[in-house]
């Protein structure tokens, strides 16, 4: 017999295991699909952390954090396990910087309690950076990391206890959508839904095509290095926050940081944007650019000395980015019952349980109470008749 399901979501990571866990969570009959082992290192969401903050250039996401952040606590409790770890987070650069401008603007006009530090106030706070003069700080306290391969798994884990299947190693090749629900194809058998999620991150380009929607999505290579500080005391949650610095210059779009919770891990470092971009997942070269890490160190010398140390680890992770970076969480204009979240643009992961909920919601109900404004498939103008 054919197997039935309510809602089949395509792909484990952190958005989709997030709609399982929330359709789980609703009582509804749930399949969760993912091409490859579950905690993979092929995509977007797994590994040690991610930051969350509420702290955004568009008083839009200061909102939706705003939802998000009361969702993680109720996570967590229900996991039995803490996923976030509150370190504080300190955006810094030149006051007439572009970014930090906006950035700024956006905390204002969302009513942030964020704290607006000067050079002195940052030495005395965190004597680690050293600053160019004339540059300034903006500090929330709230900011910190997720453990990122830990929260999806919580989903995943937790959507399991409620009832659903989860399949890894399980790709899906073809999703047809019909009057009475919708078709799945994978090469062991076709499933058959009401409803489907498409939470395919860097593969959903193929998969969306083939339902007559040709999304702008590019995927970056972007990478990460560890590197470990002269002082491991000095750069731990407490004793070092989560940084953005406000330049784009020699060192990249905006190197920001990730305190590290064991030191035998190291300081995170990467830079926001300003890698190449290939149209599909099988163009990625995941070998990591040695003159980048060198680049990285670089900047850390010159702002962060005593985290210029060795080299402990560095790899590749996707971006799937759309051209505004904004995410897309709507419905398929032809086919209602095909819910699509897909181009989280490199900052998705603090959202995943709340766009999780969102994609659920558009499943279950056809609708959310949150703002999908700047996430709607009609802005690309791309779908076929
Ligand atoms: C290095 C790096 C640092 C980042 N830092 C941050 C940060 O600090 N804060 C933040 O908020 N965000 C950050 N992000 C962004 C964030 O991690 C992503 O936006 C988010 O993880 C995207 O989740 P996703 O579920 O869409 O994608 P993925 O996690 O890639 O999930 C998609 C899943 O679908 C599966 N799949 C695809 N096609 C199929 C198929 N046909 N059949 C079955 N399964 C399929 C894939 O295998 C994959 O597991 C970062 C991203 C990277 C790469």
């Known amino acids: ?54 702290t955004y250039d568009n008083p839009i996401y200061v909102d939706l954090m705003r939802a998000a952040y009361p969702l993680w606590f109720a996570l967590q409790e229900e996991a039995g396990e803490s996923l976030y770890v509150k370190t504080g987070g300190l955006d810094f650069g030149l006051p007439d910087t572009d970014t930090f401008r ?29 600053l160019d003069d004339g540059m300034e700080g903006l500090f929330h306290a709230d900011t910190g990391l997720l453990r990122a391969s830990r929260c999806v798994l919580a989903h995943t884990r937790l959507a399991q206890a409620r009832g659903a299947t989860v399949i890894d190693h399980t790709p899906v090749l073809k999703v047809v959508p019909s009057d009475s629900g919708v078709a799945v194809h994978t090469e062991r058998e076709v499933f058959y839904c009401d409803r489907i999620i498409l939470t395919a991150g860097s593969w959903a380009k193929d998969l969306l095509a083939a339902q007559g929607i040709d999304l702008p999505l590019k995927i970056m290579p972007c990478q990460l290095g560890f590197y470990q500080p002269s002082r491991a005391a000095d750069f731990e949650p407490g004793t070092f926050p989560v940084f953005f610095a406000h330049m784009n210059g020699p060192y990249g779009e905006m190197p920001y940081g990730i305190p590290h919770e064991d030191p035998s891990i190291g300081l995170k470092i990467t830079t926001f944007y300003g890698w190449d971009t290939v149209d599909t997942p099988d163009q990625v070269d995941y070998t990591p650019s040695p003159a980048w890490t060198e680049r990285i160190r670089a900047f850390a010398q010159q702002y962060i000395p005593a985290a210029a140390g060795p080299l402990i680890s560095t790899r590749r992770c996707l971006y799937t980015l759309t051209p505004d970076k904004h995410f897309v969480v709507d419905q398929h204009p032809n086919h209602p019952q095909v819910v ?30 949150h703002d999908t404004s700047l996430f709607k498939l009609e802005r690309f103008q791309l779908v076929a008749a």
């Open 1 to 54: 017999m054919a197997q039935h399901f309510d809602v089949i979501v395509i792909g484990a990571g952190g958005v989709g295991s997030a709609a399982a866990y929330y359709l789980s969570k609703a009582g509804k009959k749930v399949l969760l699909l993912e091409q490859f082992e579950l905690n993979h290192q092929n995509g977007s969401s797994y590994g040690y952390s991610r930051v969350i903050r509420y």
């Open 102 to 130: 906006q950035m700024k603007a956006s905390l204002d006009a969302s009513n942030l309690d964020y704290e607006h530090l000067d050079q002195a106030d940052i030495a005395q706070r965190y004597p680690q950076f050293a």
């Open 340 to 369: 699509i979240g897909a181009g989280f643009s490199g900052h998705g992961f603090k959202f995943t349980t709340l766009m999780g909920k969102m994609l659920a919601d558009l499943a279950i109900e056809g609708r959310t109470a």
